[in-house]
């Protein structure tokens, strides 16, 4: 495995706006600089599938890998790898810490990692401030239990 990029903030959202944010799919463009759509084929649950579409990008299938009630992982699938964004919630004594971790395997994951690494990287801080952003003012009559 390749650890591409990690970030993590804090928000006074309850995890559930968190979820709801991210089952939104249609709308993750709104915090998603990187990503001009996105397809859910259903309901948002563990084993979903659906297609993303990067700015200046092919199409991507993507599958919901994991999902419980502190964890969203989606994993793409690019030829001779796959791309992983691990979704963590956990409310501390300062609110909901979000974090997010992409990570790459497959026999490819070194030259994918050289093509897109930088990107994802560069982006990931930002799009989860942006999510933060969104899902505050979404629920913003849901603050974080302790």
Not at 43 to 49: E, K, N
Not at 61 to 76: C, R
């Amino acid at each position: 495995m390749t650890q591409i990029a990690e970030a993590t903030a804090v928000s006074t959202a309850a995890p559930a706006a968190f979820f709801a944010t991210w089952a939104d799919m249609a709308a993750w463009p709104e915090w998603n600089a990187d990503t001009e759509w996105v397809r859910l084929d259903g309901p948002f649950v563990a084993g979903a599938t659906g297609t993303l579409k990067p700015a200046g990008g092919p199409k991507v299938s993507f599958v919901v890998a994991t999902l419980t009630d502190t964890e969203f992982v989606d994993v793409s699938r690019l030829p001779g790898a796959r791309l992983t964004f691990a979704h963590r919630v956990e409310v501390t004594g300062a609110g909901t810490e979000v974090s997010v971790t992409i990570s790459m395997t497959g026999p490819l994951r070194r030259l994918w990692a050289k093509v897109m690494g930088a990107g994802l990287a560069a982006s990931v801080g930002r799009d989860l401030e942006a999510l933060v952003r969104t899902a505050e003012s979404r629920f913003a009559a849901s603050p974080a239990r302790a």
